[in-house]
């Protein structure tokens, strides 16, 4: 996604690593609404931009991270979750960090074999592919 900053242009990205679509856009225009210039580029002071890149940095992480556990994580289980833990953020801004917290967790849990976390945290089936 371009950006305008103090007359300069700059990126800002997040990519889903198993389609490599970049979704920054839909997710900065989720939490506020952005000033656009004449020519329809959103324009960001440098402190909106120096934000935004420090979120969509942590929403990336989340993504590799996913990535790297895609071949053991169920799909449904890991929506669930996300869902039960997330349910209350009120901002996009929480939900990054908060998705961000479950899935180190959840990471931390797979390396270690922890089955009572993956148990309690409905994780049956994932379990069940970090065990075979």
């Given at each position: 996604?371009?950006?305008?900053?103090?007359?300069?242009?700059?990126?800002?990205?997040?990519?889903?690593?198993?389609?490599?679509?970049?979704?920054?856009?839909?997710?900065?225009?989720?939490?506020?609404?952005?000033?656009?210039?004449?020519?329809?580029?959103?324009?960001?002071?440098?402190?909106?931009?120096?934000?935004?890149?420090?979120l969509l940095a942590i929403q990336q992480e989340s993504e590799d991270l996913?990535?790297?556990?895609?071949?053991?994580?169920?799909?449904?289980?890991?929506?669930?979750?996300?869902?039960?833990?997330?349910?209350?953020?009120?901002?996009?801004?929480?939900?990054?960090?908060?998705?961000?917290?479950?899935?180190?967790?959840?990471?931390?849990?797979?390396?270690?074999?922890?089955?009572?976390?993956?148990?309690?945290?409905?994780?049956?089936?994932?379990?069940?592919?970090?065990?075979?």
């Amino acid at each position: 996604m371009r950006v305008s900053v103090n007359g300069e242009n700059r990126e800002l990205h997040v990519y889903d690593r198993s389609t490599g679509v970049d979704y920054a856009k839909q997710i900065l225009c989720s939490q506020e609404q952005l000033v656009t210039d004449m020519y329809g580029e959103f324009v960001l002071t440098e402190e909106e931009y120096n934000h935004w890149t420090e979120l969509l940095a942590i929403q990336q992480e989340s993504e590799d991270l996913l990535f790297k556990l895609k071949d053991v994580l169920v799909k449904q289980e890991l929506d669930d979750y996300m869902y039960e833990e997330t349910k209350y953020m009120t901002t996009t801004i929480e939900t990054i960090h908060m998705e961000n917290i479950c899935i180190k967790e959840l990471k931390e849990a797979l390396e270690k074999g922890d089955e009572k976390w993956l148990t309690e945290n409905h994780f049956v089936k994932t379990l069940k592919n970090v065990t075979k």
